[in-house]
């Protein structure tokens, strides 16, 4: 019983899950009614029954799981080189900062030759935020996180895009849906802090940021992400620490802080000015 109630949780095709439920169910009937056969003939024939049916289901469990995994790595093998060549152009173009317009006419090249391309999806949507653009990114990031419901940075996608385009139900539901889904990048953890801000969520933010803080100690934009959540719940005693920790550090410049809207006004505690006269 325990182990078909593990199968109907996972997310199997309908069909396969039921052939395995199927198999269970019999492979448990031949123990119960076969488990007092004491003549050694018998206990032969239902050891190998029940071995047969054991066979079985482990065959459907396997090909279940390869069913259920074949959509997502079919959409990231697909794209034939040269588009393959497109794409890389496009996210060195967006990330180097050298030319948004390029990056966006390369990336279009790809989907509309591959529209379910996930990463391109997410490419494109992250392109169009950074030009502003986010009703256009809404709809790329909506059409990522339906290709990769298990990607948490489709998720996140989808998460930033509602903010900022006023969709903010949507917004809460992305932002727990890519929490569940452990992202394990410290960057990508200070995007759901930020989320979680805009949505007024303080409690998630500061989780977010301090997860970040702890995957990576020497990221200086998790510090100043804490402390900005800090900052906005009216905590400012522990937002001078956060920030006085990355200063003697190293981590922090002064101007970080000082042009900050968050952070600024806490720069003239007689603490952090101390520590940024010596900067």
């Not at 325990?2 to 052939?19: A, E, F, H, L, T």
């Not at 024939?45 to 079985?56: A, D, K, N």
């Not at 953890?189 to 303080?202: E, K």
């Amino acid at each position: 019983m325990y182990c078909g109630r593990k199968i109907q949780n996972r997310r199997y095709p309908r069909s396969k899950r039921q052939v395995v439920q199927f198999l269970i169910q019999k492979w448990s009937d031949a123990y119960v009614s076969d488990k007092h056969d004491d003549h050694p003939g018998l206990r032969f024939l239902t050891t190998y029954r029940r071995t047969l049916l054991l066979f079985g289901f482990l065959t459907a469990l396997a090909a279940a799981q390869s069913q259920a995994q074949i959509p997502l790595r079919a959409q990231r093998s697909i794209r034939p080189p040269e588009l393959n060549v497109q794409y890389h152009r496009a996210e060195t173009a967006w990330k180097s900062g050298n030319s948004v317009l390029e990056a966006k006419a390369r990336i279009d090249r790809v989907i509309r030759a591959l529209p379910d391309d996930l990463e391109a999806r997410k490419l494109r949507a992250g392109i169009l935020l950074s030009m502003g653009q986010p009703d256009r990114a809404y709809t790329d990031a909506r059409r990522a996180a339906r290709l990769g419901p298990a990607d948490g940075e489709a998720q996140l996608l989808l998460c930033e895009t509602a903010v900022l385009s006023d969709r903010m139900e949507t917004a809460r539901e992305a932002l727990d849906r890519s929490a569940e889904l452990l992202l394990d990048r410290p960057e990508l953890h200070i995007r759901l802090s930020r989320c979680a801000v805009a949505l007024g969520r303080l409690d998630k933010a500061e989780a977010f940021a301090r997860i970040a803080l702890a995957g990576d100690e020497n990221n200086a934009t998790a510090y100043l992400q804490l402390a900005r959540v800090f900052a906005i719940a009216g905590e400012n005693n522990k937002s001078i620490t956060v920030l006085e920790k990355g200063l003697r550090l190293g981590l922090l410049r002064p101007d970080e802080i000082t042009g900050d809207d968050e952070l600024s006004d806490l720069a003239n505690s007689p603490a952090l000015s101390a520590l940024m006269r010596k900067r």
